[in-house]
């Protein structure tokens, strides 16, 4: 009976702590990239992923107003800012003076689909990131109106476009994609501006062929989210699942990724602020957002 009864105990505690604690266990992550050309300032650059923001998560919405209070030199929003079709005052509110910030933004699936029930045993399955299902479903977020709310307080609109940015005395070069997971992205060939004191790629989902590409053209740092980190990972081992092809190993937080033949770029993978509605539950991957202080190329980096 006892060894029927252990397990089972022990397997609704750890429900229990996931639902009722951990996936409202707000975090700070910072790291160190040492990304910038030489002489360089430190740059300090708030990465903000997957909100998936619904009206009444005001903990979630307290925890994001007071990351103002960094004073990041740069706001990168990864996207899945959405949850809800009611949630863009609510994400608008939330990151609030952030937003009087530099910054620049992609979409993901959760800024244009809402959420739906899905088979959890479909998490586990390999993905290619492009989701016919997804293409045959009417876009029903408002995520033009989220877009327009960013851009019209500054934020650089990065959806399969190139943009620079000028950032506290630095020339910031950017290209961004649409939503790789949904097959969106629209990849090219230009490389990167060696002009810039840094270029940077920013998608959602950190698919392999995004990662080949911005390597194999020269990006230095790469930065993107959907993995949830695995959402639900084991402790000494890690996530189960990254949602995309990239390797579990890399789920979340600084790494990086070469194609042979290139200079390695660093990767920057947010393990994200939220979950969808229907599996509010987050196990040794607590939420997230990070500040990766950029600092001089050779100088100490953390990972
Ligand atoms: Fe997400």
């Known amino acids: 009976m006892l060894s029927v009864v252990v ?46 923001m619904t009206p009444g998560q005001h903990k979630k919405q307290q925890w994001l107003r007071s ?32 937003l009087d910030l530099p910054g620049a933004f992609v979409f993901g699936s959760n800024d244009y689909f809402s959420p739906k029930l899905k088979n959890p045993a479909r998490y586990l399955l390999p993905t290619t990131g492009a989701s016919e299902k997804h293409l045959r479903r009417t876009k029903d977020l408002p995520f033009e109106e989220l877009r327009a709310a960013f851009t019209q307080r500054g934020w650089t609109d990065l959806t ?62 790469i930065m993107a989210g959907h993995t949830h980190g695995g959402q639900l990972c084991l402790p000494f081992f890690g996530a189960l699942v990254t949602n995309c092809d990239l390797d579990r190993k890399r789920a979340k937080g600084l790494h990086t990724h070469q194609v042979v033949g290139h200079d390695p770029s660093w ?27 950029l600092t001089e190329i050779d100088s100490p980096g953390s990972r």
Do not use: M
Request: one cysteine or more.
């Open 7 to 52: 397990p089972l105990a022990t397997a609704a505690a750890g429900l229990t702590y996931a639902t009722a604690y951990e996936v409202r266990a707000f975090t700070l992550r910072e790291v160190t990239v040492p990304v910038l050309p030489k002489g360089s300032a430190p740059l300090r650059v708030l990465h903000l992923s997957d909100t998936h």
């Open 67 to 98: 990351l103002a209070s960094l004073e990041p030199d740069l706001v990168i929003n990864t996207g899945d800012n959405l949850a809800h079709l009611d949630a863009v005052p609510s994400v608008l509110a939330a990151y609030g003076d952030l």
């Open 160 to 221: 399969n476009r190139h943009a620079s940015l000028e950032v506290a005395g630095h020339r910031l070069s950017f290209v961004g994609v649409d939503d790789p997971h949904l097959g969106y992205d629209q990849l090219d060939d230009e490389p990167a501006d060696t002009s810039a004191d840094l270029a940077i790629g920013v998608a959602h989902a950190p698919y392999l062929r995004v990662l080949d590409r911005w390597n194999s053209l020269g990006y230095p740092l």
């Open 267 to 293: 990767l920057h993978v947010s393990a994200g602020l939220g979950t969808s509605p229907f599996t509010p539950v987050r196990f040794a991957c607590r939420p997230e957002a990070t500040l990766l202080t």
